[in-house]
């Protein structure tokens, strides 16, 4: 009975550690993803508005992150249709690099959304993080995906028309300042995965 009993101890702390992998992986693709339009912008092979759009289509991930997150778990279903987005979206980025469109890093508004794309790097890996080390719960980290998305949107509205002005990124950056207090708080609180 007591090796019955140890047995079972050991599956069933191996099942949220399972559960969590679930949910980082997701949240691990965005960080990628948003690195690869990092990388492009840095690199001119990404415009403005080309990064704009890749980023429109991050926020319908994060998006589809936080409403499959609702209960708390992320269903096999759900998470097989979040990776068949973030699978168009890894070949958008992708097709988008290749073209024969360029962008000039040097730019001002260029500069600006780089900016902007490490700040969504830098929040997306701390959500990663959370989870991973349980500060935060599923449910947590998709409220917080569901404010990436939000400001993602105004990141791809900003830069909709190739440019990225001082006051469209003063208001991205206040929304992204409000999300990383956001964050901080709840990988700070009392629940845990």
């Known amino acids: 009975m007591n090796t019955t009993l140890r047995l079972l101890a050991v599956l069933l702390a191996g099942l949220p550690a399972a559960a969590m992998a679930a949910d980082t992986t997701a949240v691990d693709r965005n960080v990628k993803q948003q690195e690869r339009i990092e990388q492009g912008l840095q690199s001119g092979s990404l415009n403005t508005r080309e990064a704009a759009r890749l980023e429109r289509q991050q926020a319908k991930i994060e998006q589809m992150e936080a409403n499959a997150s609702r209960d708390g778990q992320i269903s096999s279903k759900e998470a097989a249709r979040i990776r068949h987005a973030q699978n168009a979206e890894s070949e958008l980025i992708r097709s988008e690099k290749h073209d024969a469109q360029r962008g000039n890093p040097n730019s001002v508004s260029s500069q600006r959304m780089q900016a902007d794309v490490a700040r ?60 990383s207090r956001h964050i901080w708080r709840q990988r700070h609180d009392a629940q845990h995965n």
């Open 120 to 179: 969504d790097i830098n929040q997306q890996t701390r959500i990663r993080n959370g989870l991973a080390d349980g500060s935060l719960t599923t449910h947590e980290a998709g409220r917080m995906e569901r404010q990436q998305a939000s400001g993602d949107r105004k990141l791809a509205r900003a830069g909709s028309d190739g440019y990225v002005g001082a006051g469209e990124q003063r208001r991205v950056a206040s929304a992204d300042k409000r999300q």
